[in-house]
T-cell receptor, first 108, second 112 residues
Framework: GIQVEQSPPDLILQEGANSTLRCNFS?????LQWFHQNPWGQLINLFY???GTKQNGRLSATTVATERYSLLYISSSQTTDSGVYFC??????????FGAGTRLFVKA | NAGVTQTPKFRVLKTGQSMTLLCAQD?????MYWYRQDPGMGLRLIHY???????AKGEVPDGYNVSRLKKQNFLLGLESAAPSQTSVYFC???????????FGPGTRLLVL
């Protein structure tokens, strides 16, 4: 079955809007990470967040490990936030498994 | 620090040809990973290494081989390229296995 599932698959925002991206993960997946892939294909790590809440500027993330989900919050979105957001976790030791991603487009 | 670098950035191969992709990191990381990303999809782990001289299979290892002779380098080989291996290949590294990974810029491979 699907081990890392992201929603929504696509999201269009007006600049300045807030959004929440969700990642559900199965029992065999741990140690969640969030990444941003910009329109040029570069992958940037955003958060390593096995549990709890972290914030970095306009971005924050919360993982509730006991309920097997993680949320990525983007506040006051900017056009530079466009791209694909991936969550990923570890399964079976050090094997990393990625979700399919949420494609975000922020309109000016 | 250059971080994680990948060579080459783009390559076109004919079916049956071989090639090696090089990943280098200057962060003294123990763990290194090779992924492939197909259009509209997330990344899938091909092989990984938990230290110099070690390698292990990931989710989609068939058709690929790897070597980690030096701590800073992780090589991905295609012995006989197939059109199904057309993809973007990313290398990543991390200091320990259970922490965030740092990615290279990717290598675009087209197999005709």
């Amino acid at each position: 079955g699907i081990q890392v599932e992201q929603s929504p698959p696509d999201l269009i925002l007006q600049e300045g809007a807030n959004s929440t991206l969700r990642c559900n993960f199965s029992d065999s997946v741990n140690n969640l990470q969030w990444f941003h892939q910009n329109p040029w294909g570069q992958l940037i790590n955003l958060f390593y967040i096995p549990s709890g809440t972290k914030q970095n500027g306009r971005l924050s993330a919360t993982t509730v490990a006991t309920e097997r989900y993680s949320l990525l919050y983007i506040s006051s979105s900017q056009t530079t936030d466009s791209g694909v957001y991936f969550c990923a976790g570890f399964t079976g030791g050090f094997k990393t498994i990625f979700g399919a991603g949420t494609r975000l487009f922020v309109k000016a | 620090n250059a971080g994680v670098t990948q060579t080459p950035k783009f390559r076109v191969l004919k079916t049956g040809q071989s090639m090696t992709l090089l990943c280098a990191q200057d962060m003294n990381h123990e763990y290194m990973y090779w992924y492939r990303q197909d259009p509209g999809m997330g990344l899938r782990l091909i092989h990984y290494s938990v230290g110099e001289g070690t390698t292990a299979k990931g989710e989609v290892p068939d058709g690929y081989n790897v070597s980690r002779l030096k701590k800073q380098n992780f090589l991905l080989g295609l012995e006989s390229a197939a059109p199904s291996q057309t993809s973007v290949y990313f290398c990543a590294s991390s200091y320990t296995g259970m922490e965030t990974q740092y990615f290279g810029p990717g290598t675009r491979l087209l197999v005709l």
